[in-house]
């Protein structure tokens, strides 16, 4: 793919200049910033997050801007003379102009007064040309009969949504900035909690939110496992609710099970409606009022559900992902389930798929700055084996599952293996237990237990059992 964007670049700019119009430039205005650049001592620093190298459209602006960034990060004096310095010493200083040029540049200007809205208008005009080299390279790539639709596809929200998040290059900061940029999170996150917004999203049970400082956090990728009838969908059905009722946007891929049962289970949550009725025609006018209640409730939550059969292909879940999140409407993405997911892509074994699948995934709620939660399903117990509690190495394809989720967590009922299961004499009954198994940020192998109604469409927090050892 790679290689396919850097002969499609090559290609757009020629296009570009033989259709007669030139790419969106600044030269004037690069001009300026960089004289600014080496008259003024703390210059650097109000647009080091605005500007990078490959915003400049001429080629020696673009070194000089280089050797500038370079003696910042080497904490060195930065003016006429050093620049040309650091540019003789790269073996760049012929390319940038010479001497001449650099003492030319900083009579451009006599102050930054106008440099952070001058080096704006600069990496606007950087953006505008990736627009139209973006626009060349998909028209090339959609005409290639060897392309494949998906890749091009891919490769057309992936990079419209670098350019729109501003994220055109990569970089590594110093501990300085790092630890300055930690305290301004830390501030800014209790600032916003005074005044009511949460840096999280509740998973809708208080012990739960407990274990996990508060709730789900950005960018986390969560994993939620459970053998079949653990109740892994109902699980994700009330995490969805408590962020939806929250006020957060929450996108649920339901790769499994279509928009319709989902709603119907929410529905259910009322022990006044019966399933029989619902599901087969007969429901009461009582129920019919029930359900105008329930729906009235429903339709206020902030829900977004996703049930096409595209839906199971990862590129489409990345890619509604990006659009809601273009909307400002994305707080929260469940996928239910992880194993249903499909690349499109050949791999040597399922493993190596999984692990791309999740590595995406990750890469994907860190992009969006998000908690992604996905679903998986654990091997079945071997018949006549004593039941336990499950294990990291129960997961299918442990080894990448593990890897790259920043939390798991297990579903396990030991009334649905043993009708008589009790712990210390009390009936394990419509109760469950969670396992915090992996916890980047928090504490390892806690337990959390829950209840649930009869039916299990009601999935709430328990405080009557003891805490387990």
């Keep these: 793919m ?57 080629k020696s602006h673009e070194l000089i801007f280089t050797a500038i960034r370079n003696l910042e990060t080497d904490k060195k004096p930065i003016d006429a003379l050093t620049v040309v310095e650091r540019l003789r010493k790269d073996g760049n200083l012929e390319a940038a102009g010479g001497v001449i040029h650099i003492s030319q540049l900083t009579q451009k200007v006599v102050s930054c007064a106008h440099l952070e809205y001058h080096a704006r208008i600069v990496a606007q005009k950087y953006i505008a040309r990736r ?37 055109v290059s990569s970089d590594a900061v110093g501990m300085n900035k790092a630890i300055i940029e ?23 049970l208080k012990e ?15 994993i939620i496992a459970g053998r079949p009838g653990m109740g892994k969908t109902q699980f994700a059905l009330l995490h969805a609710s408590a962020a939806g009722y929250d006020g957060k946007d929450c996108l ?12 119907i289970r929410y529905l259910l949550e009322d022990e006044r409606i019966n399933a029989d009725h619902i599901l087969s ?47 400002g409407k994305l707080k929260l ?72 989720a920043d939390i798991v967590i297990f579903i396990h009922r030991p009334s649905y293996y043993d009708s008589e299961a009790n712990e210390n004499g009390i009936s394990w009954r419509n109760r469950g237990i969670l396992i915090i198994a992996k916890h980047r940020m928090g504490e390892k192998d806690a337990k959390i237990l829950f209840s649930h109604d009869r039916a299990y469409k009601k999935i709430l927090d328990d405080s009557d059992i003891p805490e387990f050892g």
């Excluded at 930690?182 to 809708?204: C, F, N, S």
């Excluded at 739960?208 to 789900?216: A, E, F, P």
């Excluded at 649920?252 to 709603?263: A, G, H, N, V």
């Excluded at 129920?287 to 990862?314: C, F, H, P, S």
Aim: charged residues 25%.
């Design 2 to 58: 790679k290689d396919t964007h850097k002969k499609n670049n090559q290609t757009s700019q020629s296009l570009t200049f033989e259709q007669g119009r030139l790419l969106p430039q600044a030269r004037e205005l690069e001009e300026a910033v960089l004289s600014a650049l080496m008259l003024e001592k703390d210059a650097y620093s109000m647009i080091s997050d605005i500007l990078t190298p490959e915003c400049f459209y001429d």
């Design 131 to 167: 627009l139209i080299t973006l626009g060349a390279d998909i028209q090339s790539m959609a005409f290639d009969e060897t392309s494949d639709i998906s890749d091009v596809l891919e490769f057309a929200e992936s990079s419209f949504t670098e350019i729109s998040t501003k994220s």
């Design 182 to 204: 930690t305290l301004d999170y830390a501030a800014r996150i209790q600032k916003e909690r005074d005044y009511g917004y949460l840096p999280y999203v509740r998973t809708g």
């Design 208 to 222: 739960l939110n407990r274990k996990l400082h508060g709730g789900w956090r950005a960018p986390d990728l969560i």
């Design 252 to 263: 649920f891929i339901s790769i499994e099970m279509t928009k319709i049962q989902l709603i």
């Design 281 to 327: 025609g007969q429901l009461t006018i009582e129920e019919w009022n029930v359900i105008d209640t329930k729906a009235g409730q429903l339709v206020k939550m902030k829900l977004y559900i996703a049930d096409d059969y595209n839906v199971r292909n990862l590129n489409t879940i990345k890619s509604l992902a990006r659009k809601k999140h273009r909307e």
């Design 333 to 404: 993405m469940i996928i239910d389930y992880l194993q249903l997911i499909r690349t499109g892509m050949k791999f040597g074994t399922r493993d190596q798929e999984i692990g791309y699948i999740t590595g995406e995934l990750k890469n994907l709620a860190k992009e969006l700055n998000i908690p992604v939660i996905t679903l998986a399903q654990l091997n079945r117990p071997e018949r006549g084996t004593v039941i336990k509690l499950p294990q990291l190495q129960d997961l299918r394809e442990s080894g990448n599952i593990e890897q790259d």
